[in-house]
């Protein structure tokens, strides 16, 4: 039996931090979830380094930002130079192994070839599978590129997937990814769609205060995002049972995030591309050898963060081209120096930076660049400062007023480093000169 441990990371797609009870929901979706918190390590203070999918699915693989890596908005593909968690762990002996929503190759509802895999060898996936499947219609494609329908819900139906890898890779140390498109909305019906009955189980729904606060279309939408992350934890229920029952849970690694969270359009015009912590704050909890718990970690960490800590936690060396760091001596209650705050960049409904710190929330975006086509500029205008100590759901924008000068003049230097740090070129921001 090998003595490798084993990696299993579960990834959702667009799933709010606060949907899960271990993060405070009140109706008690996540059973599983808040069973692995108590097992385990949760992080309180996650957050997406970019909040849409490819470029936080970028980031994730690499261990880099996303105008590092290069994929700075959706429909760019990795480059295939990019090493990623996938080429680690098979340099050091894994079956490495990808289930799920891919979002890297900008091949839409065709098949990844294997050299826009990110050296993934076990492969039953679909690039946007949002465009290849429907709920109750999912379809992938395996390593030959041929097309794999799967019967039932599609979450039941990639959790199906990932419990055959486990049984047929028991025997060896194994690397998977299973990547869901669920609490997604299903893009061509313009909705989000829960498993059968399971929207009316949540039609008086919780609402969330920094939604109650604003129109947006949550109200329509709530008891079926609500009803597909029941159906996700119901699923992550069967996951951790089957390693329990194949003898794997002492020796596998289970981590449970998301690619960025989701504010149901009261911030813009979409889900998500936002600075708000409805967009860019995510679950993240960890159990397994290593992450022994119950244990929360207070500090602020990013997705960017977790590739170089899943190679540190296996023994696996941490490649210095990676910009996140481990989290490791944070797990160990080590007085690391931890940098306690996090960079985010934003594409596509506009260009945006911002930095949250354990208070503050500060950002800025390029009234001259199009989000779509431009991956940075050199000139920015201050456009959020929340102070998140008495305004947690971010409904007073404090930018542009004199009383608040220093902390966003702190806040503009502090991103412009963070900025520099990530590889991006030097750039000026420009002061608010009045309250929008």
């Known amino acids: 039996m090998e003595s490798k441990l084993n990696v299993l990371v579960v990834l959702t797609d667009q799933q709010r931090w606060d949907t899960a009870g271990c993060y405070g929901n009140p109706m008690d979706l996540t059973p599983n979830l808040d069973q692995m ?152 019906w313009n909705r989000f769609v829960a498993p059968e009955g399971y929207a009316e189980k949540y039609a008086n729904p919780y609402v969330p205060p920094d939604l109650k606060a604003f129109p947006g279309d949550w109200f329509q939408h709530l008891p079926d995002y609500y009803g597909m992350v029941a159906r996700i934890d119901e699923c992550l229920g069967k996951l951790l049972w089957s390693l329990e029952e194949l003898g794997l849970s002492d020796r596998t690694i289970v981590v449970f995030t998301s690619d960025h969270g989701c504010h149901f359009r009261t911030r813009n015009t979409e889900y998500k591309r936002s600075c708000h912590e409805s967009s860019i704050r995510i679950p993240l909890v960890v159990q397994g050898p290593g992450f022994e718990g119950p244990r929360v970690i207070r500090e602020l960490v990013s997705l960017v963060d977790l590739p170089p800590t899943l190679l540190d936690a296996v023994a696996i060396p941490v490649p210095s081209a990676m910009q996140g760091k481990s989290l490791m001596p944070l797990v160990r209650g080590e007085d690391s120096g931890w940098q306690n705050e996090v960079l985010v960049q934003i594409s596509e409904y506009l260009v945006g930076r911002a930095i949250r710190t354990p208070r503050w929330k500060y950002c800025v975006f390029a009234p001259d660049k199009d989000g779509g086509k431009d991956p940075s500029s050199k000139r920015y205008v201050e456009r959020h400062l929340y102070d998140l100590a008495a305004d947690p759901y971010e409904l007073v924008n404090l930018i542009g007023r004199r009383e608040y000068r220093q902390v966003a003049e702190e806040l503009r230097e502090g991103l412009r480093r963070l900025m520099v740090a990530a590889g991006e070129e030097e750039s000026e921001i420009l002061e608010a000169k009045y309250y929008p």
């Open 37 to 188: 918190a108590e097992r385990g390590v949760r992080f309180e203070y996650a957050f997406t380094p970019q909040p849409v999918c490819g470029p936080a699915r970028a980031s994730l693989q690499t261990g880099k930002y996303a105008t590092s890596v290069g994929v700075w908005k959706n429909h760019i593909p990795l480059p295939q130079g990019e090493k990623t968690l996938a080429h680690h762990f098979k340099e050091a002996g894994y079956k490495v192994g990808y289930i799920g929503k891919w979002h890297l190759s900008a091949l839409g509802e065709k098949p990844v070839p294997p050299r826009l895999r990110g050296g993934y060898d076990f492969w039953e996936a679909a690039d946007t599978l949002e465009y290849t499947s429907h709920p109750y219609d999912t379809v992938l494609f395996d390593a030959e590129g041929k097309e794999l329908k799967v019967p039932g819900y599609r979450v039941d139906a990639l959790t199906e997937r990932a419990i055959r890898f486990l049984k047929q890779n028991r025997e060896r140390p194994f690397f998977l990814f299973l990547s869901y498109i669920e609490p997604h909305q299903q893009n061509d």
